[in-house]
């Protein structure tokens, strides 16, 4: 079994900063993408940056000079440097990763974080 944690959501004036944190844990063979995506209520969820286990990135157009993506392969863990945040940057974050669970020859798979609220006040 596998699960992803996220933490470092929060309440943030515009212009301000947070991170967030995403730690795979439970029997983890292998971590391949992280990243993380954001939805807001009545919209589709959105792919705001990822990271292969080679360090390659992509980000959404939105985010591209203002958000960073980082991982620790030994710590399996990814962060999102957020800053200079505006109103619109206001959503619940998921973190999402493709894993191989439980035996280290498993087919990989995708899971999601349980979201954590990012609140930009204007």
């Known amino acids: 079994q596998a699960q992803l944690v996220e933490s470092g959501g929060g309440l943030v004036q515009t212009g301000g900063s947070l991170r967030l944190s995403c730690v795979a844990s439970?029997?983890?063979?292998?971590?391949?993408?992280m990243g993380w995506y954001r939805q807001v209520p009545g919209n589709q969820r959105e792919l705001v940056a990822s990271?292969?286990?080679?360090?390659?990135?992509n980000y959404a157009d939105s985010v591209k000079g203002r958000f960073t993506i980082s991982r620790d392969n030994i710590k399996k863990t990814a962060y999102l440097q957020m800053n200079s945040l505006e109103p619109k940057d206001t959503a619940v974050y998921y973190c999402f990763a493709n894993l191989r669970v439980g035996v280290w020859y498993a087919s990989p798979s995708d899971y999601w974080g349980q979201g954590t609220q990012v609140t930009v006040s204007s």
């Open positions: 990271i292969t286990v080679g360090g390659s990135t």
């Open positions: 439970g029997t983890v063979f292998g971590v391949n993408t």
